[in-house]
């Protein structure tokens, strides 16, 4: 156990945590332990998401994307539909990244097929001083806890659950941003100029973090994965200043599970990436297995990475593609595409893929 974790509110009481049921589905969790497995394990980013026919009934339901993601009982059904329509190794409990912004006091609005927006952004230190941050903030998500309690239950052991949050950096640039942006001017500008506050504001969405994920794993996620969608955006030595300590004050605070990092368009960061206390790299398309590979050192299991837009192509194609994939890698791989699923793929297209990492013959 490591020594500087930092102080975790009781967990809550309502439920007892359930990480004692046993899951039978082992192939994700002894992948991401370094094992040999006969085929790589199976899942997308985005998979519980509009792909899915279920998905998109469920959704009916609730105008507003917030107040779906606040009712534990329809998150925890958006988590179990991909077991159930796709047999994926490995659920993601259905939840967003921006619950940590809000939980520290900075409220959005998820806009209908526009994103996200964020009616005040943060701009200056009193803006930052006003966040609550920590045990403090992460307890008023409980909500994504029971999503996760009643999630293990469902799910009975069938696959492993993975808990997420967002990486400090890409909820900075929400933060500062206030929505979703060609360049990150605004995010990138706060780290020339109030490179201070930048840390301050990082260290405070770090410290949320952590406590939340405590919470997750408390819960039952079996492994946690850090989305840094906008990892890309900085030049090599603001990710290493900016970025990467705060990833290892995570992963470091937060041993008892397997860790994945997965940095979106970080290629010129694959060796910091490969030194951090994580078990799984996460890789965009843009990245060959070989580059990976080599980068990484063979340290770490890697995940990915199939251009999303494969899946737009006939099953043969598909099938191709993700044998070739799986083949380059050659082990040590989890199968996955190389960012979330686009929201208009096929379902078919979506199965072809599940389909043809599960009947790969090693
Ligand atoms: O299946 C899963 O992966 C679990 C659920 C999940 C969602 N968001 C649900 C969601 C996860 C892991 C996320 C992560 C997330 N959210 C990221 C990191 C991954 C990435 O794509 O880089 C980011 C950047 C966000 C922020 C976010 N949330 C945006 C930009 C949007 C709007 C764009 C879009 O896809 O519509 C969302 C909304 C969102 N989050 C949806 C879902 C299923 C769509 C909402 C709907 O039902 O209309």
Same mark, same amino acid.
């Given at each position: 156990?490591?020594?500087?974790?930092?102080?975790?509110?009781?967990?809550?009481?309502?439920?007892?945590?359930?990480?004692?049921?046993?899951?039978?589905?082992?192939?994700?969790?002894?992948? !991401?332990?370094? *094992?040999? &497995?006969?085929? /790589?394990?199976?899942? =997308?980013?985005?998979? %519980?998401?509009?792909?899915?026919?279920?998905?998109?009934?469920?959704?009916?339901?609730?105008?507003?994307?917030?107040?779906?993601?606040?009712?534990?009982? !329809?998150?925890? *059904?958006? &988590?179990?539909? /991909?077991?159930?329509? =796709?047999?994926?190794? %490995?659920?993601?409990?259905?939840?967003?990244?921006?619950?940590?912004?809000?939980?520290?006091?900075?409220?959005?609005?998820?806009?209908?097929?526009?994103?996200?927006?964020?009616?005040? &952004?943060?701009?200056?230190?009193?803006?930052?001083?006003?966040?609550?941050?920590?045990?403090?903030?992460?307890?008023?998500?409980?909500?994504?806890?029971?999503?996760?309690?009643?999630?293990?239950?469902?799910?009975?052991?069938?696959?492993?659950?993975?808990?997420?949050?967002?990486?400090?950096?890409?909820?900075?640039?929400?933060?500062?941003?206030?929505?979703?942006?060609?360049?990150?001017?605004?995010?990138?500008?706060?780290?020339?100029?109030?490179?201070?506050?930048?840390?301050?504001?990082?260290?405070?969405?770090?410290?949320?973090?952590?406590?939340?994920?405590?919470?997750?794993?408390?819960?039952?996620?079996?492994?946690?994965?850090?989305?840094?969608?906008?990892?890309?955006?900085?030049?090599?030595?603001?990710?290493?200043?900016?970025?990467?300590?705060?990833?290892?004050?995570?992963?470091?605070?937060?041993?008892?599970?397997?860790?994945?990092?997965?940095?979106?368009?970080?290629?010129?960061?694959?060796?910091?990436?490969?030194?951090?206390?994580?078990?799984?790299?996460?890789?965009?398309?843009?990245?060959?297995?070989?580059?990976?590979?080599?980068?990484?050192?063979?340290?770490?299991?890697?995940?990915?990475?199939?251009?999303?837009?494969?899946?737009?192509?006939?099953?043969?194609?598909?099938?191709?593609?993700?044998?070739?994939?799986?083949?380059?890698?050659?082990?040590?791989?989890?199968?996955?595409?190389?960012?979330?699923?686009?929201?208009?793929?096929?379902?078919?297209?979506?199965?072809?893929?599940?389909?043809?990492?599960?009947?790969?013959?090693?």
């Amino acid at each position: 156990m490591t020594t500087n974790q930092s102080p975790v509110t009781n967990p809550p009481t309502t439920n007892p945590p359930i990480t004692s049921l046993p899951v039978t589905n082992y192939l994700f969790l002894r992948a !991401a332990l370094g *094992e040999t &497995t006969e085929r /790589p394990p199976v899942w =997308l980013m985005r998979q %519980a998401g509009r792909i899915l026919p279920q998905y998109r009934a469920l959704r009916q339901r609730f105008p507003d994307f917030k107040a779906f993601v606040k009712t534990p009982d !329809a998150a925890a *059904e958006a &988590t179990l539909q /991909p077991i159930d329509e =796709l047999g994926v190794d %490995a659920a993601i409990v259905f939840s967003d990244i921006l619950v940590i912004p809000e939980a520290m006091g900075l409220d959005y609005e998820m806009i209908e097929a526009k994103g996200p927006r964020f009616p005040k &952004t943060i701009e200056n230190q009193q803006d930052v001083s006003m966040l609550r941050s920590g045990a403090e903030a992460a307890l008023s998500l409980e909500y994504v806890y029971e999503a996760i309690r009643i999630s293990k239950r469902e799910l009975a052991g069938r696959v492993p659950l993975i808990g997420f949050a967002g990486a400090p950096w890409t909820i900075l640039a929400y933060m500062v941003e206030g929505s979703g942006s060609k360049t990150f001017s605004k995010a990138r500008r706060l780290l020339y100029t109030q490179p201070v506050l930048a840390h301050e504001l990082l260290q405070k969405i770090t410290d949320t973090t952590i406590a939340y994920l405590r919470h997750q794993v408390l819960a039952g996620a079996d492994l946690l994965q850090l989305f840094d969608s906008w990892a890309g955006e900085l030049p090599p030595a603001h990710y290493r200043a900016f970025a990467l300590p705060y990833l290892r004050q995570i992963c470091e605070a937060l041993p008892e599970v397997p860790k994945t990092v997965f940095a979106k368009g970080a290629w010129f960061a694959l060796e910091d990436l490969a030194a951090l206390p994580c078990q799984i790299v996460g890789l965009d398309w843009n990245i060959s297995p070989e580059f990976a590979k080599q980068k990484t050192g063979g340290h770490k299991v890697l995940q990915g990475n199939l251009d999303p837009c494969t899946l737009y192509a006939d099953t043969k194609t598909i099938e191709k593609e993700t044998r070739a994939m799986i083949q380059a890698f050659g082990g040590k791989h989890i199968a996955n595409l190389g960012h979330g699923v686009y929201p208009d793929t096929p379902l078919d297209g979506v199965k072809a893929f599940v389909g043809a990492v599960k009947n790969y013959d090693v």
